[in-house]
């Protein structure tokens, strides 16, 4: 993708307040100097049985993108790949369990657009709001910065052994909940905690977002393996062998900025798989943390700090 979006011309547009240049989670754009526009678009294929849960987790993980961005999402529009012999039912329980979810958020969905496709696809663009001079990016990382995280990971490795009907001690209605869950609380609590950075953990896994944000920063990046959460039962899939196509991918794009070389391997996968609506990275000064923990109301877990050393990579420490 950044080969690609490296060939396009240099966007110069002096209320464009965040666009491509840092690989952060949405733009933002100035319409005023009280209101900012915070815009994204993603979509997705099902990654439960439940068209009506899985409407719900491809919205929560579309709005999460405004939350990480420290706004408030306000409309959205549905996408919708669907075949032409599909099941009406079907596509009617998935839109249905996105409504819940947007309405949950507080979003208004107005409308949108379906295509033919040979598999189900869904997601959202949505749009919210954000003053100016308080957007959250994943550029504003301060070495003495802690991070902290605000769900587990292996939410892909999890849900490829359902595919392939090889989970084991796995309760999926936690990760499934996880999953469900909106990020706006933790949101909420990284703006009142005065949080630096921020970014969600989604398809390229808890390594490759934290490594695009030291890189955004230029500040690096060290996490406490031993800190960090881990759904049940992943850790024990990647260790009989089953392996999530976003390992290798996220491996391919973001190991080589990654030290990880006091992990085992199992660790040193689960890392860089792909999440589905998973939590935020919250980055905050360390006295912050407690006023971060009392407003978020939830477990979250400090995993690990922002140094000036090794700018533009990530270390995982035991």
Not at 276 to 304: C, R, W
């Amino acid at each position: 993708m950044a080969l690609a979006l490296g060939v396009l011309p240099k966007i110069e547009d002096e209320n464009l307040l965040v666009g491509l240049n840092t690989a952060d989670d949405a733009m933002v754009y100035r319409l005023s100097n009280e209101l900012a526009l915070v815009y994204t678009i993603d979509i997705l294929a099902p990654v439960v049985g439940d068209p009506f849960v899985f409407g719900m987790i491809a919205a929560a993980n579309c709005i999460s993108d405004v939350y990480a961005m420290g706004g408030d999402p306000k409309i959205a529009l549905n996408i919708i790949g669907f075949p032409a012999k599909g099941n009406p039912e079907t596509l009617g329980e998935i839109l249905r369990g996105g409504q819940e979810k947007t309405k949950e958020a507080g979003v208004t969905i107005a409308g949108g657009h379906t295509f033919n496709s040979e598999t189900i696809m869904y997601g959202l663009s949505v749009v919210g709001y954000v003053h100016p001079q308080k957007i959250i990016t994943n550029a504003g990382a301060q070495p003495g910065d802690v991070v902290i995280l605000t769900k587990p990971i292996g939410v892909g490795t999890i849900i490829q052994s359902l595919f392939l009907k090889k989970e084991k001690n796995v309760n999926l209605e936690s990760v499934v909940e996880a999953m469900t869950t909106l990020n706006r609380n933790a949101s909420l609590a990284m703006r009142e905690a005065g949080a630096n950075a921020a970014t969600d953990i989604t398809g390229y896994g808890l390594v490759g977002h934290l490594v695009e944000m030291a890189e955004a920063s230029k500040d690096g990046i060290e996490l406490w393996a031993s800190k960090i959460p881990i759904h049940a039962g992943a850790l024990q899939i990647v260790e009989d062998g089953t392996f999530e196509p976003g390992i290798m991918m996220n491996l391919n794009s973001f190991g080589g900025k990654v030290d990880r070389k006091e992990i085992d391997d199992n660790m040193g996968s689960i890392i860089f798989g792909s999440e589905t609506s998973g939590g935020l990275a919250v980055v905050l000064p360390e006295n912050n943390v407690e006023n971060f923990l009392k407003k978020y109301h939830k477990p979250a877990a400090v995993i690990g700090h922002i140094t000036a050393e090794n700018p533009g990579r990530v270390s995982i420490k035991r």
